[in-house]
């Protein structure tokens, strides 16, 4: 705080100056529209009530609310390391954003966020036996808090639940990663769910690199399912690639009563069951593509019984053969068409594109190894391992990251319903988040000066954040 303020004068123009002044100046003003969301929503609130700290209480710096906030704001401003936390300990916006007091408090001197290895004390945390599955359930808390409060406290009647693998690349050797042989990297592979109506993330679960892609299936859906009718819908439907249709599965979900749809990997099998329908009918081609849709049966070698499937066939331009591929469904034919049955396993399409956002923009790094403690307050210590539970600390971390998006996609539901429009996470991100700002203190009153630029953008927010009905409010 007592440094000279560097000057730098660029070569491009002698009438530029820059100053570094120590004023209460933020790149990451958009912090306090992440804070608005976590208080409106009471996911912090839900989250303390359930989460055990064997703190000492007496011993007790930043509360256990504090540093889910730190954490949580750090995700979504795009800071994914610990140690951003020590190179941002002053940011004035982030102090606001993350801390529990109120009035001028959080600025005052000697407050600043967490340090990283507080933060790293908090995954410590997480990562406790108990801790763990309040943190999933709180991905899907969240998101059903949001959809109520967008469509004022009413739940969907329909939701569809879309289920995949995700690579999550890692660079070490993390416990439980493994070189994948179809990804071709050293990896993870959680299994992840994602609402496909409103796009919400809603669960995951970590997994080795070398899982199959139906590993686990059977229990992360159906307690998902559970959670789910109730609280963000009455009834929920399964989709999935043609990776997950394996017998127990697929039996979990007809005993249950919820409905799938899936893809079916061709086998020889298949190919001669759709051999019969892979003939051109007489004639020239038209100019358009033609698609031809068969319903048929099928039971596959471990399958306890023959179930509905659907062969797709359709034509590729300047292609002497037809192409094909099999859609395999619990729905009958009177209650979902095939025309129907198509169409909506294509929207599958919608669901990719929101882990593909998870991956790009939240860009989860699950790093977490052992590693030896060497030294203790510049004291020598005996090379012993650490007990932390790496996986599952790497897990936590993967989950923080979901509940992050969810906080993101509730600030970027709330710009396209107030514009109309479109937006991206990246977007939201880089015009709404990301914006630079001025904090200006007056008596025990907090200025947060923004730039011109972002101030229509979150007028259109916060308008609509009030027309939520949020619960609580």
């Not at 000492?56 to 509360?63: D, E, I, K």
């Not at 300990?89 to 001197?109: F, I, N």
């Amino acid at each position: 705080m007592g440094e000279t303020p560097s000057t730098f004068h660029p070569s491009f123009n002698a009438g530029v100056v820059i100053e570094a002044r120590v004023e209460r100046l933020t790149s990451d003003a958009g912090a306090v529209i992440m804070r608005e969301v976590m208080e409106r929503s009471g996911i912090i609130d839900w989250l303390t009530e359930r989460l055990h700290d064997p703190r000492q209480p007496h011993l007790v710096t930043y509360p256990l609310a504090d540093l889910l906030r730190t954490m949580l704001l750090l995700f979504a401003q795009g800071w994914r390391d610990q140690d951003d936390a020590d190179a941002l300990r002053l940011d004035p916006a982030l102090r606001l954003a993350a801390a529990g007091t109120r009035s001028t408090t959080p600025l005052t001197e000697g407050a600043h966020l967490a340090s990283q290895p507080t933060l790293s004390r908090l995954l410590d945390i997480l990562t406790l036996e108990p801790n763990r599955p309040v943190l999933r359930e709180a991905v899907g808390e969240l998101a059903s808090r949001r959809l109520r409060a967008e469509r004022g406290g009413r739940a969907l009647r329909y939701l569809t639940i879309d289920v995949d693998g995700l690579p999550v690349e890692v660079h070490g050797e993390q416990p439980g990663s493994a070189w994948n042989g179809h990804y071709h990297q050293r990896m993870y592979h959680p299994i992840v769910a994602c609402a496909a109506e409103t796009g919400d993330l809603l669960d995951a679960r970590l997994r080795p690199g070398n899982a199959h892609t139906a590993e686990g299936a059977l229990d992360f859906v159906l307690s998902l399912v559970d959670r789910l009718e109730g609280s963000m819908c009455q009834v929920a439907a399964v989709r999935m690639d043609a990776g997950f249709p394996e017998e127990r599965l697929l039996a979990g979900l007809e005993r249950r009563g919820t409905p799938y749809v899936a893809r079916l990997r061709n086998n020889r099998a298949l190919d001669r069951l759709a051999g019969p329908y892979l003939r051109r009918p007489p004639g020239r081609p038209p100019a358009e593509p033609r698609l031809w849709l068969h319903e048929l049966e099928y039971r596959a070698g471990p399958w306890s019984r023959p179930r509905r499937v659907v062969l797709v066939v359709k034509e590729r331009p300047d292609d002497l053969l037809l192409d094909h591929f099999w859609l395999l469904t619990s729905f009958s034919a009177a209650a979902m068409p095939a025309e129907d049955l198509l169409t909506h396993y294509r929207q599958r399409g919608t669901a990719e594109g929101h882990f593909g956002e998870l991956m790009d923009v939240l860009a989860p790094a699950l790093s977490s190894a052992p590693r030896t403690k060497s030294r203790y307050r510049d004291n020598p210590l005996p090379a012993l391992p650490t007990g932390i539970d790496a996986a599952a600390r790497n897990e936590a971390i993967l989950l923080l990251h979901l509940l992050a998006y969810e906080l993101m996609h509730a600030g970027r539901r709330a710009m396209e319903l107030a514009t109309h429009t479109g937006w991206s996470l990246r977007r939201f991100r880089e015009r709404v988040l990301r914006v630079g700002g001025r904090v200006l203190l007056h008596a025990r009153r907090v200025t947060l000066v923004i730039a011109q630029t972002a101030a229509g953008f979150w007028s259109a927010l916060w308008l609509r954040f009030e027309r939520f009905a949020w619960a609580g409010s």
